[in-house]
């Protein structure tokens, strides 16, 4: 009988031992616990430290009928399919864990499959927006929701200038649009971005895998000849490097300078006039969506926006009252390289701070904290989240992947929002500067308006700054 992952990881003395041992990361180590299987380069030392020989770890070893071999990749979760591809599919998704999951392609023609992470959302509304979410880069969406597509699409609801997300995974067919706002069906609109979905998915299974074994890398591929190479397909998700040290700012952030002065939408009277008095605020464009500029024009500020990678003295040189860090995509550790200088830079010069999302992950670790790897992260509405300083829960959305790890803020920054989910950190503020953040996302409005007094606050928290000066 083979050995399993679990044990060899057992052996090796856990986790942050074997990624020590072997010169990965922790994230290589969890892929190998969902794919079943540890790339040959690593054997001889894990052979020499466990005193397991090759044959214990060579794919070729004979396995029982009911096993999968430990390096071999087989699948064993229950909702994979046949090779052979059924009549009537035209796409198919592979899992490094070697499920394939067949289905009905639409959207746009794959000459490559989309290779990413796979994640669920379980919103029940704003399909459109998820996709146009530049924090979805690098990443394949399941949607919970079964009924994808009947809203339609209008550039009016886009949170980029484009789809960031490289492709969609749904249980039903795409339905058709119908609602008044809709200008385009969501298949044209996909066609037209060059982005593939793929329909007929069993997604309830799909979830319940990734919430149990946390996300792996996907392909998906949706080829217009209709030929499939699965070897391939299965052996670039196992390629994949996966998210973990993976800076994805610099794909989406722009390109130059611009500024922004639309404010929110409101029914039914359209977009709500912006406050005559308005104070000047620097957003660095980490991946920005387009609402959170909006919310930052309804509650009083004259908003610029700028690349990821402008430096302090480059945004100090505008001369703004307060400076705001977006949200975005990949890893913080791999952000802060560049961007850490630049918010330290900013903190000094004293000048009112607040992020969201990755903007909150990038503030923790210029105030020294760390960040880390969720197991399968919050992706999708109706996420409980607590206020600390007022007991207050929040019904929020939220789309992540990474962490701040509470436990590593300086003495001098305190945890003000937690989740009700995992308790995982939801917040920060820090107590020598004029700076906060939180992790979700407030100007989404599942509650509908539980958050907006952070944009509120972000605000008085410059006029007060500025009444010091």
Request: include cysteine; hydrophobic fraction near 40%; proline fraction near 7%.
């Amino acid at each position: 009988m083979p050995i399993s992952i679990d044990t060899i990881i057992a052996r090796l003395g856990g986790p942050d031992a074997t990624a020590r041992l072997t010169g990965v990361g922790t994230e290589a180590i969890r892929k190998w616990r969902q794919a079943q299987a540890i790339p040959s380069r690593h054997w001889p030392v894990i052979a020499r430290a466990t005193g397991l020989s090759l044959t214990d770890l060579d794919p070729a070893s004979p396995t029982s009928p009911d096993q999968s071999s430990p390096v071999s990749g087989g699948s064993t979760t229950g909702i994979s399919m046949p090779d052979a591809r059924p009549d009537g599919a035209t796409a198919a998704l592979v899992l490094a864990d070697g499920t394939i999951l067949w289905g009905k392609g639409f959207g746009a023609f794959t000459q490559k499959p989309a290779l990413g992470e796979i994640c669920f959302s379980t919103g029940m509304s704003g399909y459109q927006e998820t996709l146009t979410d530049p924090s979805f880069a690098g990443q394949i969406i399941t949607f919970t929701f079964p009924h994808i597509g009947n809203v339609g699409t209008t550039p009016e609801d886009d949170e980029a200038s484009r789809i960031a997300a490289l492709g969609l995974v749904t249980k039903e067919d795409l339905t058709e649009p119908a609602n008044w706002r809709a200008t385009e069906s969501l298949d044209a609109w996909l066609k037209a971005q060059g982005v593939p979905g793929i329909a007929g998915i069993d997604t309830r299974s799909l979830t319940l895998k990734i919430r149990d074994h946390g996300a792996q890398t996907a392909a998906l591929y949706f080829p217009e000849n209709g030929q499939f190479d699965l070897a391939a397909l299965q052996e670039a998700t196992r390629a994949w490097p996966g998210l973990e040290g993976m800076d994805l700012a610099k794909t989406v952030t722009c390109k130059a300078p611009y500024t922004w002065s639309e404010s929110v939408w409101e029914w039914p009277k359209g977009t709500r006039p912006a406050p005559e008095n308005r104070r000047k605020v620097v957003a660095v464009d980490y991946g920005a969506k387009r609402n959170i500029l909006r919310c930052l024009v309804a509650a009083g500020c004259d908003v610029t926006v700028v690349p990821a990678t402008t430096t302090a003295e480059e945004i100090l040189a505008l001369k703004p009252a307060g400076v705001f860090l977006s949200n975005g995509p990949g890893d913080p550790a791999a952000t802060a390289e560049y961007a850490v200088p630049a918010i330290q830079g900013v903190l000094n010069a004293g000048l009112p701070l607040f992020g969201i999302c990755l903007g909150h992950q990038l503030l923790a670790r210029a105030l020294g904290g760390k960040t880390y790897k969720l197991a399968r992260g919050h992706r999708g509405a109706n996420q409980p989240v607590k206020d600390l300083d007022t007991g207050r829960v929040e019904i929020t959305s939220q789309n992540h992947g990474f962490a701040v790890d509470a436990d590593s803020l300086p003495d001098d920054a305190h945890v003000t929002h937690v989740s009700l989910f995992d308790g995982s950190n939801e917040g920060l503020a820090s107590d020598r500067f004029p700076a906060f953040s939180v992790q979700y996302h407030p100007e989404a409005s599942p509650g509908p308006s539980d958050s907006f007094y952070l944009f509120e606050r972000f605000v008085a928290l410059i006029d007060a700054h500025g009444s010091k000066d």
